[in-house]
């Protein structure tokens, strides 16, 4: 099993940035506008902060990666400033009796920007200078192919060493025949590669078909390269790499860490409301009432696999009498191991809240594909196609497919099919919106119920 964060730079930098970024905004307002009234003030400092997520979400300002171009850089830098500008002046005109002078304005926007811009090219560059001098931040990648579009890809590797990208072998064959993918998925394993490139004309179907479902089961990052400015299809995420344009086999908004931050940020404001205004006087309550009716303990600890298969202790109101097949056996229709208040709390999914304490911890999010126990897992991996993509988030207390109705027992293959489709769908199309539906949908499902909650 590969390492959490193999390769990559620590996950806190671009949130750190988010913070400065926004202590910059805040910095500059007290110097140049002035509020008799303390609770407009305060108010001011939290819109400004909303305008700059906001627009900052909108012109993908954080989203620069080691291979983006400077000329990438100060073009979304300029974006970001004209629209954060046109933000800040549509909120003063529409709110402030007084309006601050547009040349103020403008020289705020300037100061704001100056620390903003400079703290940018320097973390960009810092981590070049890292890469070289110490040699730290690399992902090692391998790349599958022989013809031109392989050689300038690793040409662009071996020349810019300061992007940290670090070749550690070159399959070269002369017919798919030839290529031996097992000692490929071998090497992969052995030397804990982070990324693959692959020259797709180069392979069969079922060699291609294989490679995918290699690195999707091992969670390694696979990349198609195509011909110079050429696209294997249009619904592949397109890349470009010196000359080489490369595609990501499917988009996955969560592998940016500013998207990582955002959902971070909700989840933790979420469960701790959730703890302090619910579970502070659910949990006595329900306590009691379990307590009254069997003998145990009150919560009910699962093991259950999450982000990139790992293990965690999944939390639960306990909803059945003490029985050795808990960890093992799902709950089925009428299920003799299920308690008079266990139905109950299951109906309405009540048993699932202390989940949110798993949230709190990192161990899952709010919003995403619900875990199964270690069994169900390894059966499914072995059987299902692309079972295992959905590990590449973290869990959730709902998800998708459940406000989709494949929630609960799995009856037939299809259920944990269309459970794995929406999941993929999910992490293929998150955004902080789909996670606000997703949990809205969960709420009407609490008061109506639903037909497999038992």
Same mark, same amino acid.
């Given at each position: 099993?590969?390492?959490?964060?193999?390769?990559?730079?620590?996950?806190?930098?671009?949130?750190?940035?988010?913070?400065?970024?926004?202590?910059?905004?805040?910095?500059?307002?007290?110097?140049?506008?002035?509020?008799?009234?303390?609770?407009?003030?305060?108010?001011?400092?939290?819109?400004?902060?909303?305008?700059?997520?906001i627009?900052?979400?909108?012109?993908?300002?954080?989203e620069?990666?080691?291979?983006?171009?400077?000329?990438?850089?100060?073009?979304?830098?300029?974006?970001?400033?004209?629209?954060?500008?046109?933000?800040?002046?549509?909120?003063?005109?529409?709110?402030?009796?007084?309006?601050?002078?547009?040349?103020?304005?403008?020289?705020?926007?300037?100061?704001?920007?100056?620390?903003?811009?400079?703290?940018?090219?320097?973390?960009?560059?810092?981590l070049?200078?890292?890469?070289?001098?110490?040699?730290g931040?690399?992902?090692?990648t391998?790349?599958?192919?022989?013809?031109?579009?392989?050689?300038?890809?690793?040409?662009?590797?071996?020349?810019?060493?300061?992007?940290?990208?670090? *070749? =550690?072998?070159?399959?070269?064959?002369e017919?798919?025949?030839?290529?031996?993918?097992?000692?490929?998925?071998?090497?992969?394993?052995?030397?804990?590669?982070?990324?693959?490139?692959?020259?797709? *004309?180069?392979?069969?179907?079922?060699?291609?078909?294989?490679?995918?479902?290699?690195?999707?089961?091992?969670?390694?990052?696979?990349?198609?390269?195509?011909?110079?400015?050429?696209?294997?299809?249009?619904?592949?995420?397109?890349?470009?790499?010196?000359?080489?344009?490369?595609?990501?086999?499917?988009?996955?908004?969560?592998?940016?860490?500013?998207?990582?931050?955002?959902?971070?940020?909700?989840?933790?404001?979420?469960?701790?409301?959730?703890?302090?205004?619910?579970l502070?006087?659910?949990?006595?309550?329900?306590?009691?009432?379990?307590?009254?009716?069997?003998?145990?303990?009150?919560?009910?600890?699962?093991?259950?696999?999450?982000?990139?298969?790992?293990?965690? =202790?999944?939390?639960?109101?306990?909803?059945?009498?003490?029985?050795?097949?808990?960890?093992?056996?799902?709950?089925?229709?009428?299920?003799?191991?299920?308690?008079?208040?266990? =139905?109950?709390? =299951?109906?309405?999914?009540?048993?699932?809240?202390?989940?949110?304490?798993?949230?709190?911890?990192?161990?899952?999010?709010?919003?995403?594909?619900?875990?199964?126990?270690? *069994?169900?897992?390894?059966?499914?991996?072995?059987?299902?196609?692309?079972?295992?993509?959905?590990?590449?988030?973290k869990?959730?207390?709902?998800?998708?497919?459940?406000?989709?109705?494949?929630?609960?027992?799995?009856?037939?293959e299809?259920?944990?099919?269309?459970?794995?489709?929406?999941?993929?769908?999910?992490?293929?199309?998150?955004?902080?919106?789909?996670?606000? *539906?997703?949990?809205?949908?969960?709420?009407?499902?609490?008061?109506?119920?639903?037909?497999?909650?038992?």
């Amino acid at each position: 099993m590969v390492k959490k964060y193999a390769g990559r730079y620590s996950r806190f930098l671009r949130p750190i940035s988010v913070f400065i970024d926004i202590v910059a905004v805040n910095s500059f307002i007290f110097l140049f506008f002035f509020y008799n009234d303390v609770l407009l003030g305060k108010l001011t400092y939290i819109i400004f902060s909303f305008l700059w997520i906001i627009s900052s979400l909108l012109t993908r300002f954080y989203e620069v990666y080691r291979f983006t171009k400077v000329l990438r850089i100060f073009t979304i830098i300029f974006y970001q400033l004209v629209l954060f500008t046109v933000l800040v002046f549509a909120y003063l005109g529409a709110t402030e009796s007084n309006v601050p002078n547009s040349f103020i304005i403008l020289l705020y926007i300037s100061y704001c920007f100056i620390p903003i811009v400079g703290f940018k090219l320097l973390l960009y560059y810092g981590l070049q200078r890292y890469r070289l001098g110490f040699g730290g931040n690399f992902r090692k990648t391998i790349i599958i192919g022989n013809n031109e579009a392989v050689t300038e890809l690793k040409g662009f590797f071996g020349s810019q060493k300061e992007l940290g990208y670090e *070749n =550690r072998k070159t399959f070269h064959f002369e017919s798919p025949e030839s290529f031996d993918i097992e000692s490929c998925f071998t090497f992969i394993l052995n030397n804990n590669i982070d990324e693959v490139y692959c020259s797709v *004309n180069e392979l069969k179907k079922d060699q291609i078909k294989l490679l995918v479902l290699f690195c999707e089961n091992n969670f390694k990052i696979l990349k198609f390269i195509s011909e110079r400015g050429g696209i294997l299809s249009k619904k592949l995420q397109s890349e470009t790499y010196g000359f080489s344009t490369v595609q990501s086999l499917r988009p996955m908004p969560l592998s940016n860490d500013y998207n990582t931050f955002i959902k971070r940020f909700f989840d933790i404001v979420f469960s701790f409301l959730v703890i302090v205004f619910i579970l502070s006087w659910v949990t006595p309550l329900l306590g009691l009432l379990i307590k009254i009716e069997s003998k145990g303990p009150v919560f009910f600890k699962q093991t259950r696999n999450g982000l990139k298969f790992k293990e965690f =202790r999944c939390l639960k109101f306990r909803s059945m009498f003490e029985n050795k097949t808990a960890d093992t056996q799902q709950a089925t229709k009428n299920d003799v191991r299920v308690t008079r208040i266990g =139905r109950v709390m =299951r109906k309405t999914s009540i048993d699932e809240l202390p989940q949110f304490f798993n949230v709190l911890l990192g161990d899952m999010s709010v919003v995403g594909p619900r875990p199964h126990m270690i *069994n169900e897992n390894e059966k499914y991996a072995k059987s299902i196609k692309k079972f295992m993509v959905r590990h590449f988030v973290k869990p959730g207390i709902t998800g998708m497919a459940q406000v989709k109705g494949f929630r609960g027992e799995i009856e037939t293959e299809t259920d944990i099919i269309n459970r794995v489709k929406y999941d993929i769908y999910y992490l293929e199309n998150w955004s902080i919106l789909l996670d606000l *539906n997703i949990i809205f949908l969960t709420s009407v499902n609490f008061l109506t119920g639903q037909k497999k909650a038992y």
